[in-house]
Structure formats: C-alpha cells, structure tokens
C-alpha cells in the first residue's frame, strides 16, 4: 500500500511541460524560411524570447563570446526588445561547414538583427551566438 502511495505521489510531481513551452518558445509569433536544424531553430527562439522579455543576462550566456555578449546583449535588447513582440520572421541560411546566419525581422519595425551562430565542432556541433562586433559597426545593423 506504501509503495502504491509513493508512486502515486511520484506521478503527480512528474512535470511533463514541453521545454518550448516551459521557456515561452511556444508563444513566439514567429515564421521561418530556409532549413535550420532543431538546434539552430532552438537557439534563435530562445534567443528572441529573451530579447522579448528584455533578459540581457540570458541572452549573453547564449553567446561564447565572454564580455563581448554581455554588451551586446544590452544593446540588442535595447533596440529589439518592444520589437521582439511583433510578429517575426527568421530567414536562415546555413553554411555547413561550421556558420548559420539568420536575418530576423520584426512586422512594421525597419531594419534587420542579423544572427551568426557557430557551431562548437568540439562538442557535438552544439551552436552559440556570435555577438562579438566589429571594428566600427554597431550590432543589429545590417
């Protein structure tokens, strides 16, 4: 009767949410073109939900790129975060050897937030977002 009760204890605690809707990826409006991979789709939701929810910290640790993704989060969330709450589209274009690029666009809001993501080749091909910036160009300018 006691391990009855238990498993019946331990069924009820059993959260069975899918993780996209767990982390609000569910509710982005959000269409795409070309053919990301489920990593690489995965990334660039999680990625605008946090732009979306104007979570900086989270968006940075989506990056490998150290204290550069910390400021460029900032900036990203600054000039996208209201936007992120439009409809979006993400066109993906995908090299194979190691680089996707992704344009994503917001209805109504001029200007495209480009996305690079990098594959870790030595880790399972595990992707992260270049937020490193160039020499005199603004990130999200593009």
Same mark, same amino acid.
């Given at each position: 009767?006691?391990?009855?009760?238990?498993?019946?204890?331990?069924?009820? %605690?059993?959260?069975? %949410? +899918?993780?996209? $809707?767990?982390?609000?990826?569910?509710?982005?409006?959000?269409?795409?073109?070309?053919?990301?991979?489920?990593?690489?789709?995965?990334?660039?939701?999680?990625?605008?939900?946090?732009?979306?929810?104007?979570?900086?910290?989270?968006?940075?640790?989506?990056?490998?790129?150290?204290?550069?993704?910390?400021?460029?989060?900032?900036?990203?969330?600054?000039? /996208?975060?209201?936007?992120?709450?439009? +409809?979006?589209?993400?066109?993906?274009?995908?090299?194979?050897?190691?680089?996707?690029?992704?344009?994503?666009?917001?209805?109504? $809001? +001029?200007? $495209?937030?480009?996305? %690079?993501?990098?594959?870790?080749?030595?880790?399972? /091909?595990?992707?992260?977002?270049?937020?490193?910036?160039?020499?005199?160009?603004?990130?999200?300018?593009?």
């Amino acid at each position: 009767m006691v391990a009855a009760a238990a498993l019946l204890l331990g069924a009820c %605690t059993t959260d069975h %949410t +899918p993780p996209h $809707v767990k982390d609000g990826r569910a509710d982005l409006d959000l269409s795409v073109t070309g053919q990301p991979s489920s990593e690489t789709l995965a990334l660039v939701e999680k990625a605008l939900v946090r732009i979306q929810q104007h979570d900086e910290e989270g968006l940075a640790k989506l990056s490998y790129d150290g204290e550069d993704a910390e400021r460029t989060a900032e900036k990203w969330v600054a000039k /996208w975060g209201d936007a992120a709450r439009k +409809p979006m589209t993400a066109d993906f274009a995908v090299d194979p050897k190691k680089y996707v690029t992704v344009k994503i666009r917001f209805r109504g $809001v +001029p200007g $495209v937030l480009p996305l %690079t993501l990098e594959a870790d080749t030595d880790d399972d /091909w595990a992707y992260g977002i270049v937020t490193g910036e160039e020499p005199g160009k603004e990130p999200g300018k593009g």
